[in-house]
């Protein structure tokens, strides 16, 4: 790994690891208040996300910032930072422990690099995927710096397969999978990476809920396959605090075909 990669992880790494320790603190015991667009937000969230904007703009003068909580409008520049300082809100508010810290690394508009940290649950993820961006990056997904690859099992009713409450519109009889709701968009889909289900359904995802994890899905072998809208490369000037991305996630391209057809039902 060159000193430029070596340096972005470590950054990645160190920053989740000082705002992490603080949310700890606050997990379980905040208020939260509804945005306009019907999601939470606490103190947490918001104290988070400019922590690590502060950092990024410390260490990183010259890469851009896109994040959940501050400007959503996409920079347009070479390098920028998408963020979500709190995935799963409501989770961390109940007392729940999935809950994550989330991070892409874009470059000219399209994430190559992704890092999710999951304090309650001591686990990050990282990965690398350089796609038609031309960058020489290290390769692969990582769970704990130890290499992680999707599942090649065919579905089973002994399979999981991940929800979001606005997918369950696709749920009928005859569901090939075990159905389970994290509450976590990166965490759903982050248990594909790592082989533990076999799919997951997002209906309503922002471009930071995925850009970390969108990275690390790829690197580990899995399928992405966007519903509606394309969400990268980001266009420059655009806000992105109202557009959502529909994602289907497999553990390989070929068995994407066996959830499709329960897709008919998604609203998106």
């Known amino acids: ?86 995935d799963g809100t409501t989770n961390f508010t109940r007392g729940l422990p999935i809950w994550s810290i989330s991070l892409g690394l874009l470059y000219k508009g399209t994430p190559i690099f992704g890092y999710v940290y999951v304090p309650p649950l001591g686990q990050t993820f990282h990965g690398f995927w350089p796609g038609s961006s031309g960058l020489t990056t290290p390769s692969g997904a990582f769970l704990n710096h130890h290499p992680i690859h999707t599942s090649s099992d065919a579905p089973s009713n002994n399979h999981f397969f991940n929800f979001c409450s606005r997918s369950t519109s696709v749920i009928q009889t005859g569901f090939p999978c075990k159905m389970r709701m994290l509450g976590v968009a990166s965490y759903n889909f982050l248990t594909v990476a790592t082989g533990a289900t076999l799919g997951g359904i997002e209906a309503t995802p922002k471009v930071w809920d995925i850009a970390g994890a969108w990275v ?43 959830f499709t057809p329960f897709l008919k039902h998604l609203k998106i």
């Not at 705002?19 to 997990?27: A, E, R, S, T």
């Not at 969230?45 to 994040?67: N, T, V, Y």
């Not at 690197?219 to 266009?235: E, I, V, Y």
């Open 1 to 86: 790994m060159n000193d430029f990669w070596t340096t972005i992880l470590s950054f990645a790494e160190t920053t989740t690891t000082r705002v992490g320790k603080q949310l700890m603190q606050d997990f379980g015991k905040v208020q939260a208040s509804q945005k306009a667009d019907g999601s939470l937000v606490t103190q947490a969230d918001k104290w988070a996300d400019q922590e690590i904007c502060d950092a990024i703009a410390s260490s990183f003068p010259d890469h851009g910032i896109l994040s959940e909580e501050n400007d959503k409008v996409f920079p347009g520049t070479e390098w920028c930072w998408v963020i979500d300082p709190l």
């Open 216 to 258: 690390i899905v790829q690197a580990a072998g899995g399928s992405w396959t966007s519903l509606k809208d394309q969400p990268f490369p980001l266009s420059p000037g655009e806000d992105y605090s109202d557009r959502s991305f529909p994602t289907l996630v497999a553990s390989r391209s070929e068995i994407t075909p066996v």
